[in-house]
């Protein structure tokens, strides 16, 4: 499947993880699990996760931590394949 579909696919994937305070750091145990047991996963980045970073860069950060790829990042939720 390409990108363009993965991103298509997710505009209907519920957010199953939300990083908040607590970092990345978090929620890349559940991340990873979630992965195994589905194609896509949605995780929203809260205020208190974000603080002067950008979604983006969490993101990508997320996704090297999980070894997943980035499928889309959409103000502050991104899709992982």
Same mark, same amino acid.
């Given at each position: 499947?390409?990108?363009?579909?993965?991103?298509?696919?997710?505009?209907?994937? *519920?957010?199953?993880?939300?990083?908040? $305070?607590?970092?990345?750091? =978090?929620?890349?145990?559940?991340? !990873? @699990?979630? &992965?195994? *047991?589905?194609?896509?996963?949605?995780? $929203?980045?809260?205020?208190? =996760?974000?603080?002067?970073?950008? !979604? @983006?860069? &969490?993101?990508?950060?997320?996704?090297?931590?999980?070894?997943?790829?980035?499928?889309?990042?959409?103000?502050?939720?991104?899709?992982?394949?």
């Amino acid at each position: 499947m390409d990108l363009q579909e993965l991103r298509q696919e997710a505009h209907d994937v *519920d957010v199953t993880v939300w990083v908040g $305070k607590s970092g990345i750091g =978090a929620v890349v145990e559940e991340m !990873t @699990d979630q &992965l195994d *047991d589905r194609e896509l996963v949605k995780v $929203k980045f809260l205020r208190a =996760a974000r603080g002067g970073t950008s !979604t @983006d860069d &969490l993101a990508e950060t997320l996704a090297e931590r999980v070894d997943a790829t980035l499928v889309e990042t959409r103000g502050n939720t991104a899709v992982y394949h």
